[in-house]
């Protein structure tokens, strides 16, 4: 089955960028999504690519898509003190009515003043 | 207004016991699933429902049984609850089945069985 594996700890000063990995093993995986939990709370969807992208930029947000290596990456720019959270990268085939998301472990990003 | 909202939020038990999460959204959403976070934040499905119809069972024991009684509702029955419960379980909704959908998540369940 499809296995998705993130580093667990990243720890940037406050204003540079900060550069989540990950890596997914299934190559039909159509559907891509950063999904961000703040303490106590849900996850909530940040952004998302299609397999047919390499790059979607979003404001403070950037993901990168290679597809030959099956890796995607989340860069956040000018980091702040409220992007500390845990951020999970997110798979999904995208081509059956029962797909399910398979998460990563979760990246904790903790800022440094 | 909360879109996706779980009861209650914390949940404390002893092994052995029988308990139940509730989770209601008012997106209109066809698709709801449970999730449930280990201490280490690992996040693994559990069940999924689509317009009250069973769609994702995964290797889950089958002392969880969930039941929709109507699409806007999926709840969590847990019986004779073990240590290795004790995760935060959430709750989310999509408008879709399909992987495409963005998935809202609930506040999530502190459950702790001592």
């Known amino acids: 089955g499809e296995d998705v594996e993130q580093s667990l700890f990243l720890s940037v000063r406050e204003g540079d960028s900060s550069v989540i990995n990950c890596t997914y093993t299934?190559?039909?995986?159509?559907?891509l999504y950063w999904y961000k939990q703040e303490p106590g709370a849900g996850l909530q969807l940040l952004t998302y690519i299609f397999s047919n992208m390499d790059m979607k930029q979003d404001q403070r947000l950037t993901v990168l898509l290679n597809k030959k290596d099956k890796h995607l990456s989340l860069r956040i720019a000018d980091t702040q003190t409220g992007d500390s959270a845990i951020y999970f990268c997110a798979v999904d085939p995208g081509y059956s009515s029962a797909s399910k998301i398979i998460f990563g472990s979760g990246t904790r990003l903790s800022i440094r003043p | 207004d909360t879109a996706v909202s779980q009861t209650p939020k914390y949940l404390v038990t002893q092994m052995g016991n029988d308990k139940s999460i509730k989770c209601e959204q008012n997106?209109?959403?066809?698709?709801m699933y449970w999730y449930k976070q280990d201490s280490k934040k690992f996040l693994k499905i559990m069940f999924s429902y689509n317009n009250k119809e069973l769609i994702i069972n995964e290797t889950v024991p089958n002392r969880f049984s969930p039941k929709s009684p109507d699409k806007a509702h999926l709840n969590l029955h847990i019986n004779s609850l073990e240590l290795g419960d004790s995760a935060v379980y959430f709750c989310a909704s999509s408008q879709g089945a399909a992987g495409s959908y963005e998935q809202y998540f609930g506040p999530g369940t502190r459950l702790t069985v001592t």
């Open positions: 997106l209109g959403h066809d698709t």
């Open positions: 299934d190559s039909s995986s159509t559907y």
